[in-house]
Every structure is written in C-alpha cells, then in structure tokens.
C-alpha cells in the first residue's frame, strides 16, 4: 500500500510553491498531493523554467506515485495574481484554506499526513484572521489542547514549552500543567515515534542562568522544578531546570535526546544554527503526521530558482518515515 501525503506550499508569493516544483522534478515512493490552485503553480513553474504536469487527485483511484515531473493536485481557488516576492492580504484566505482542506483530509484519513510549506503569519492577520502558527492552527482544527512544537536536525532535538507568543507573556504561559502536559507529549512521541526507550531531555530555565537560586527570577523554583520532579517520580527522566546559555554544548547534548526550551527564541535560534536548511519542524501530540520546514518564505528568493530544498526534502522524508511507521504499526 503506497501513502498518500498533502503538500501545503504555504504563502503563494513565498518560495513554497517553487520548493514543491522543484522537489517534485524527482520521483517519490509515496503519492504527494498538493493542495493548491492548479495554476498558480503552473505560473510559477514557467517563471521557474520548470515544467509540472499537474493531475488532479481522485480519492477513489489507488494511491500512485507521480512520476518524475508530475505533481497530484486538489484545487483551492485563488483567484487573481500573484507576485512572486509581494505580499498580498487577498492571499489570506487562500493559504487558510488549503490548511483547513489538509487538516480535514487527514483527519477523515484521505491523507496519511501533511507537509506544510512556510506562511507569512503577519499577512494573514492583516486579511483580518488571527493566526499565530500552523502549530496552533492544526491544533484548534483538531481540537486538540496541546500540541508540542519540535524542530529537529542531525544530533539536536529541540522542543518548546510556548510558542508564538509575545515574550511578555512567556512568564505566565509556563505554568505546571503546561509544562507537565508539553513533557509528557514529548516523552511519548520520543518513545512511540523515534523509538527512544528510555528518553533523557535537557530542560532550560526560563531566567538567565535558571534564576540562580531564585535572585535572578522564581520560576525554576516555583514551578519547573516541582513539576519535572513530579514528571520523574512517574518514571521520566527530564533533566533540570539548566541555564540555556551553557546547556547547548557537546559534553551534555552528546547524552540527551532533546532539550525542553521554555519559549521559541531560546531554543531555535541555536537549533537553526546547527542546521538551518537540514532540519525539520514536527508538530507532536496532533492526531495525524505534520512535520514543515524550518525556514520562512523568503519572499526575497520567490521565482529567482536559487534556494536550497534541504528542509523541505527532509520534511516529505520524516512524514513519509513517520507515516510508513504509523501504517505498520495499525
Ligand atoms: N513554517 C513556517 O510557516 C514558517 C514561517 N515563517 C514566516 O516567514 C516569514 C519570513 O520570516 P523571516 O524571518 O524573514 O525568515 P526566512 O526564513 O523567510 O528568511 C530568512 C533568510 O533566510 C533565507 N532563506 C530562507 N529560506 C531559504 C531557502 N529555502 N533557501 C535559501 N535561502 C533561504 C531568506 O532569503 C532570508 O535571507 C515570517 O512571516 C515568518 O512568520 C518563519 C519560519 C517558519
Ligand atoms: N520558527 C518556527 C515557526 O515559526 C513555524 O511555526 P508553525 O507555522 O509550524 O507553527
């Protein structure tokens, strides 16, 4: 049985629909469906002097690879032009619905799992839609409570308590129950998807050097050390709370499978460091496989043919991996 995984290319006037006509110049074992408007990426492939023969996708047919040069389609309607490079709140709406078409599609099983391509959240919210994430949205779609955001690439894991949040609000947002709730979704999809028996995570503080003893800050104190205490009198092994700015260096990460950080900016920055353009974002404690790039729209590089796939690539691999894992395992 071959899988059937959407493609969102994200932010038409980004590099997303250039990434997915690109990759798909090669063949895959699997059957990738983008959700998109057909010609919108047959625009883009003759700005991009590609070609793609676009098929649209029909459920009832058997899951078929493409070949080489062929990309399956289910149609979102744009509507107008796009210019690569120039944002445009009339895309809003468009970019939406091609993620609330995935997620329903994977949620009803038509799809094994999505792959999502980088979206401008600023141009969205001015279309008037209060968006922070594919994370949060995925998760509100799934009615989903919490979801754990982890980007990861060769030899580093990083997963976060909070994501897209204002930093002034960071502080309230690490609460015991969201900590508990974030490192025990962590704990399990280490063991059930990566296949980590025993997982050791590196926490971060939330305070320059974890509050050092509280002069700097209570909430090592107050909150993350009672509740990994807690997480670890049930069996886990969470190490912490350690001052992110000595944690993420070879003698403690080379004995951990991941490092918990308390907000976006203290985690991926480092990770991003490590490998940005060969790592991959993976939503966990979803009901259904989304992993993404870890990169943005790069509206700068729209239609000029001179970005690097890496992450991309490696996003269609790890939810092509994870959804082999998945099916063997129902
Ligand atoms: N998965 C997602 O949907 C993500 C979306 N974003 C969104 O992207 C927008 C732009 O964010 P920025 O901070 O400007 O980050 P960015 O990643 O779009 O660009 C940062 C720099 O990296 C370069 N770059 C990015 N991807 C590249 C690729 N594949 N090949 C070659 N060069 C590449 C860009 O040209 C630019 O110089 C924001 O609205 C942000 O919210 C950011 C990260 C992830
Ligand atoms: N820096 C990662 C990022 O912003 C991606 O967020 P999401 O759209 O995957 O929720």
Redesign the pocket.
């Known amino acids: 049985m071959s899988l059937r995984i959407a493609i969102t290319p ?2 038409p006037a ?2 997303g629909p250039d ?1 997915v006509i690109k990759l798909v110049q090669k063949s895959w074992p699997v059957q990738l469906i983008a959700v998109v408007d057909k010609s919108l990426m047959e625009q883009r492939a003759a700005q991009l002097g590609l070609s793609v023969n676009m098929i649209e996708f029909d459920p009832s047919q058997p899951a078929t690879p493409a070949e080489a040069g062929s990309l399956y389609y289910m149609q979102v309607d744009k509507g107008g032009e796009v210019t690569p490079g120039v944002l445009d709140e009339k895309n809003g709406l468009y970019v939406l619905e091609t993620l609330r078409l995935a997620s329903e599609k994977n949620m009803d099983g038509t799809f094994d799992a999505v792959v ?8 969205i919210n001015r279309a008037g839609i209060s968006f922070s ?2 994370t949060e949205y995925f998760a509100q779609q799934s009615g989903t409570a919490d979801v754990v955001m982890m980007l990861a690439t060769e030899g580093l894991r990083v997963a976060l308590v909070t994501t897209h949040i204002p930093l002034e609000y960071v502080s309230r947002a690490v609460t015991k129950e969201r900590l508990a709730k974030v490192a025990s979704i962590l704990h399990h999809d280490l063991q059930n998807k990566f296949g980590i028996e025993q997982p050791k995570v590196l926490v971060c503080g939330l305070n320059p050097h974890a509050g050092e003893d509280g002069h700097l800050g209570r909430e090592e104190i107050d909150t993350i050390s009672p509740t990994l205490q807690m997480l670890n009198q049930q069996g886990m092994n969470f190490i912490g709370p350690l001052p992110a700015d000595t944690l993420f260096q070879a003698k403690y990460l080379d004995n951990a499978d991941a490092v918990l950080a308390m907000y976006h900016d203290q985690g991926l920055p480092v990770l991003k460091y490590k490998g ?2 060969n790592s991959v ?1 993976i939503t966990l404690g979803l009901p259904f496989i989304r992993t ?10 729209a239609a000029t043919n ?7 690539d490696l996003a269609i691999r790890e939810a092509i991996k994870l959804a082999t894992e998945k099916a063997q395992n129902s």
């Open positions: 994200g932010e980004g590099i990434l999502t391509g980088p979206v401008h959240k600023g141009i994430g594919h940005f353009g974002n993404s790039v870890d990169h943005g729209t790069a509206l700068d590089l001179n970005i690097e796939v890496g992450s991309f």
